[in-house]
């Protein structure tokens, strides 16, 4: 098992918890009155080696299998730096920084400097994520893909509904990457998935995820959207995932992975994620009771 030390936790009160591993600075844990909001598989490794299999890990530069370097990039396998430790806002969420820049690790796969920030704030209901990539070379350009692989816990994948995606085309990587234009109104999950949708709006509503809850995925400068489940079979290949798991997650994706993103010296890009609980209010309980 990994140290504690490397493990950081942004505690709101109430309950209301993320817990983020300095191994990918992999947000393994987000409680909202102590009802956990992400998947980690029961087989996940720790050991500080592999990436950790559920919650959010952290992709660059690369999304999907790399020649020089493993699957999805180095920094969800790298130790990053804690740069400011939780502190409480004014107003009562909690908020801290993470940082990763590159060393003799990175650079013996991928050979340019950089700077990540990774800002993580925990509020009532939210979980915001502000990421800002710096390239401050003098003379090199670099290209680089980005996503947060975010694992959500769902109590049973087939009843979940994914809004925002009507209309846009998506690579099917279960049909040798062919293109597609996504014709339904929600997307639903029944078999083996693993789709990049490209331009998708900022946001996204998942319903039925946990106590049958909405959740509302907000992002910013991702155009990309992920949508992956292993299924039955994809699950049995992998070892560090449970074969009876796959109902249990559902991953949606904010990335920039359909293109890259390309860095100039001296350069900045940033994007931001936001995950928010819905609750339902008063309003709706009324409509239930009147049908």
């Not at 180095?74 to 939780?86: G, M, S």
């Amino acid at each position: 098992m990994a140290a504690a030390t490397s493990v950081v936790v942004l505690d709101r009160g109430n309950n209301t918890t993320c817990t983020i591993n300095l191994h990918g600075a992999t947000v393994v844990s987000w409680r909202v009155n102590n009802q956990e909001q992400l998947f980690v598989s029961k087989l996940a490794s720790f050991d500080g080696k592999k990436a950790i299999r559920g919650g959010i890990p952290f992709v660059f530069p690369q999304f999907g299998p790399w020649s020089y370097g493993p699957q999805h990039g180095f920094a969800r396998i790298t130790r990053w730096n804690l740069e400011r430790p939780p502190e409480r806002l004014h107003n009562g969420d909690v908020e801290a920084l993470f940082s990763l820049m590159d060393n003799d690790f990175t650079r013996s796969m991928w050979n340019y400097p950089f700077r990540i920030t990774y800002r993580l704030i925990l509020r009532e209901k939210e979980l915001h994520f502000h990421i800002g990539v710096y390239n401050p070379s003098k003379d090199l350009t670099f290209s680089f893909n980005l996503l947060l692989h975010t694992y959500l816990k769902v109590p049973d994948v087939r009843r979940c509904q994914i809004t925002g995606l009507h209309g846009c085309t998506f690579i099917d990587k279960t049909r040798e990457n062919t293109l597609y234009q996504e014709g339904r109104e929600v997307v639903t999950i029944g078999e083996w998935t693993d789709r990049i949708y490209q331009h998708t709006p900022q946001e996204h509503i998942i319903t039925n995820v946990v106590s049958g809850r909405k959740m509302r995925l907000h992002k910013y400068n991702f155009p990309d959207t992920v949508i992956w489940n292993p299924w039955v079979d994809q699950a049995r290949e992998i070892c560090d995932f449970g074969d009876d798991e796959y109902p249990n997650m559902l991953c949606v994706e904010a990335g920039h992975v359909s293109a890259p993103v390309i860095l100039l010296p001296g350069a900045a890009f940033e994007a931001s994620q936001v995950l928010q609980i819905i609750i339902e209010g008063n309003v709706n309980r009324k409509t239930k009771r009147n049908r």
